[in-house]
């Protein structure tokens, strides 16, 4: 896992590889989630898999720790998506 700093925010996060083949910058501090089909939150695990969760839960709740993406916490999220290649822009404006 390769530590990074997010140039947006200056936050420090970490690179994940998903199982997709795709490096993803999540929040460097891992999280408790717990697993949950048709959840609305989304986490990756150290595995590299992308999960839908609920954030949020105490430890006797939880199904284990994983990270969350950076994009879904950073400030400076609207800025890479303007700037960045709309690949899967499913969401105009
Ligand atoms: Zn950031």
Not at 38 to 46: D, E, L, Q, S, Y
Not at 60 to 89: M, N
Request: net charge positive; proline share 8%; aromatic share 6%.
């Amino acid at each position: 896992m390769k530590k990074s700093t997010c140039r947006g925010c200056g936050a420090p996060i970490v690179w994940i590889k998903t199982t997709a083949g795709k490096s993803m910058p999540c929040d460097a501090e891992p999280v408790l989630y717990k697993a949950r089909e048709g959840a609305a939150g989304k986490i990756v695990t150290p595995n590299g898999e992308v999960l839908s969760c609920d954030l949020d839960v105490g430890p006797d709740e939880a199904t284990g720790i994983g990270y969350i993406s950076h994009f879904v916490t950073c400030p400076q999220a609207e800025q890479f998506r303007r700037k960045g290649a709309p690949k899967d822009g499913s969401h105009g404006n």
